[in-house]
């Protein structure tokens, strides 16, 4: 069973570097993608990349509340592999995509699969005794560092193959994962701990409803929401200032 649970942190931790350095892998190269595909010159396609960018947040907002509940229906596993396949997908339709159109396509089916992150980390909180729990949650943080060290590095190596062969080395990566995790991935949400679907909580508005009955996890999550922001917004400034306000209020 230990030996079990090890392998599984192990895919987990695999999964979350693979989706995070699939994003870093195209991040070189998406500017001329755009750029060929609408033939406009490379400083304008930052405004077409941003277009991109929002398809997938706002479809991934709609629909992870929805694959979270059917995670708590239909158990973890089929869900981490569905996301894995999902986002394999995504990456062959952006590297054959003919049209900027094709490239939404692409990005409205990542977001719609796009849930991989909280399921992987409910997986986490199942397999997670309180003594391993903050080490097992710390890899989640590892992966995000590493996949977006060695993401961009490797794509801008790829992108010497072509503007599209780091599309085919995220492709590949997602699809050889999914199926790894189909033969060594065990169930971690036994079937009397799972609980029926319900519209709502699979809807988003309905999740943030969810948080006004925990006062410490709606602290938390608007201290991440203005981490986000700030990051965005400022490049990596000021984001402490917000979580320091945060727990000076001793609202949490």
Do not use: H
């Amino acid at each position: 069973m230990k030996t079990s649970k090890s392998a599984a942190i192990g895919f987990i931790f695999v999964t979350l570097l693979i989706d995070v350095m699939g994003w870093g892998l195209i991040i070189p190269v998406m500017p001329d993608l755009i750029s060929q595909l609408k033939g406009i010159p490379i400083n304008e396609a930052s405004a077409y990349g941003s277009w991109l960018l929002s398809a997938f947040a706002i479809t991934q907002f709609v629909f992870a509340p929805m694959v979270g509940n059917l995670s708590d229906r239909f158990g973890r596993r089929p869900i981490l592999l569905f996301s894995l396949l999902g986002f394999g997908i995504d990456y062959i339709v952006l590297a054959l995509a003919p049209t900027y159109a094709w490239l939404f396509a692409g990005r409205i089916i990542a977001g719609i699969t796009g849930a991989s992150f909280t399921t992987a980390s409910a997986y986490i909180a199942d397999v997670s005794t309180p003594e391993t729990r903050a080490k097992n949650f710390g890899l989640i943080g590892a992966a995000f560092g590493l996949g977006f060290v060695i993401g961009p590095a490797l794509g801008g190596l790829l992108a010497g193959w072509g503007i599209r062969a780091p599309f085919y080395a995220a492709a590949v990566l997602c699809l050889v994962n999914c199926l790894y995790g189909y033969f060594i991935l065990p169930e971690s949400l036994s079937k009397e701990n799972r609980r029926p679907f319900s519209w709502a909580r699979a809807n988003p508005f309905g999740a943030l409803m969810f948080l006004k009955k925990y006062p410490a996890i709606s602290g938390l999550a608007f201290c991440f929401f203005l981490f986000i922001w700030q990051r965005r917004r400022y490049k990596a400034t000021g984001t402490i200032l917000p979580c320091i306000v945060l727990i000076g209020t001793k609202k949490w």
